[in-house]
């Protein structure tokens, strides 16, 4: 029996078995799905459990009820290409024969002292459950600091002021825009959102540290403090540890880099999807979805001894929500905003819950 062991319950790893499910299995194949839960959590939609405006059921998805699918639950540690073998933080050890690695990615903190210990995350959904916690426990006219003004704290911000009317909300960005990685035309329509909404924006914010309630801003006469009841941290992601561990070759993102099948190429019997791959993109739900099925195409292949035929991966574009009634994002090459891209946001994500997308 050949054991098939997909270490992820994410966007990429369900692609994977959904579309491996869609046709019949080897008599000799065994599919395992590695999760430390039950369920998937989208985490696109991580920034309104954090604000409160969606409960924890809202955005979980059930795993496949599938006799064909073993669940193996489990939080791993390390993973040992040569042996292998899966080390978890409980229970004995897992082989395989064929691995997808599609462990996701977590905070990176630059190493800036104290970001991970008081910069709270929306990462995980565990880290995320806590942070709910703490941002619906502000007092009122509390402060909150985003720290980074890419989509997550974009999104964070806008779904906390609809769901906190009385919180002070402020946005930390390194750069001269949130958004920098949009076309201008969406920075400059979020910006007028959140001046609209009164949500502050500070640009060419050089954090140098974190301490309990204070915001270290280094500056050219010093260091400036900006306090804070609730820091939230979204500047940057990074592969989870144990994939940080993995001595194989990586890009300057420390993501795995792989070849034109997603494999490692000194380990082709090991695939790598989603937010741990070296891809020409950005990590995205999409993009975990879209490459997931490729590697499904390439395992089905195998199974039938013939060679993979793989296109290019195409993405249809990056949607964001301003609250409930607002978004902005580019479809194709178009930059839209307003009520559109919201309602379409919300039907990708129903998609998303019904296993549709």
């Known amino acids: 029996m050949k054991r098939?062991?997909?270490?992820?319950g994410g966007y990429g790893g369900l692609a994977i078995i959904g579309r491996l499910l869609e046709g019949e299995l080897p008599a000799d194949v065994q599919l395992v799905l590695v999760d430390r839960m039950p369920y998937q959590g989208l985490k696109t939609e991580y920034y309104a459990l954090a604000a409160g405006a969606v409960s924890d059921v809202e955005i979980r998805v059930q795993f496949p009820n599938d006799p064909r699918v073993h669940i193996h639950y489990g939080n791993v540690q390390a993973i040992d290409l040569d042996a292998q073998l899966l080390h978890f933080s409980n229970g004995e050890p897992l082989s395989y024969d064929h691995l997808v690695i599609g462990l996701g990615c977590t905070d990176k903190y630059h190493n800036i002292e104290g970001a991970e210990q008081f910069g709270n995350s929306i990462q995980s959904l565990a880290s995320t459950r806590r942070t709910y916690?703490?941002?619906?426990?502000?007092?009122p006219y509390g402060q909150v600091n985003i720290v980074g003004g890419?989509?997550?704290?974009?999104?964070?911000?806008a779904e906390l002021r609809e769901s906190r009317a009385d919180l002070n909300i402020r946005i930390l960005d390194r750069g001269g825009r949130v958004l920098s990685?949009?076309?201008?035309?969406?920075?400059?329509?979020?910006?007028?959102?959140?001046?609209?909404?009164?949500?502050?924006?500070?640009?060419?914010?050089?954090?140098?540290?974190?301490?309990?309630?204070?915001?270290?801003?280094?500056?050219?006469?010093?260091?400036?403090?900006?306090?804070?009841?609730?820091?939230v941290w979204t500047a940057g992601i990074q592969?989870?540890?144990?994939?940080?561990?993995?001595?194989?070759?990586?890009d300057?993102?420390?993501?795995?880099?792989?070849?034109?099948?997603?494999?490692?190429?000194?380990?082709?019997?090991?695939?790598?999807?989603?937010?741990?791959?070296?891809?020409?993109?950005?990590?995205?739900?999409?993009?975990?979805g879209a490459q997931g099925e490729q590697i499904a195409d390439v395992i089905r292949a195998m199974w039938q001894g013939e060679t993979p035929k793989l296109g290019k991966i195409k993405l249809k574009g990056v949607l964001g929500a301003l609250g409930k009634k607002s978004g902005f994002g580019v479809v194709g090459k178009r930059a839209v905003v307003g009520y559109v891209p919201r309602v379409i946001k919300s039907g990708v994500l129903w998609m998303s819950k019904h296993h549709k997308g």
Do not use: M
């Open 4 to 8: 098939y062991v997909i270490l992820g």
């Open 133 to 139: 916690q703490l941002l619906n426990d502000i007092k």
């Open 150 to 157: 890419g989509l997550s704290g974009v999104e964070l911000a």
């Open 181 to 231: 990685s949009f076309p201008e035309k969406l920075s400059r329509f979020v910006s007028g959102w959140f001046e609209q909404h009164g949500v502050e924006l500070r640009s060419h914010v050089n954090v140098s540290r974190l301490e309990d309630g204070v915001i270290y801003n280094r500056t050219d006469d010093g260091e400036e403090e900006i306090h804070s009841h609730v820091t």
């Open 239 to 250: 592969p989870v540890a144990a994939v940080q561990k993995l001595l194989v070759p990586k």
């Open 252 to 288: 300057p993102q420390g993501r795995v880099i792989i070849n034109p099948y997603h494999q490692i190429p000194d380990y082709p019997n090991v695939f790598v999807v989603g937010d741990c791959a070296s891809l020409p993109f950005s990590p995205s739900a999409q993009a975990a």
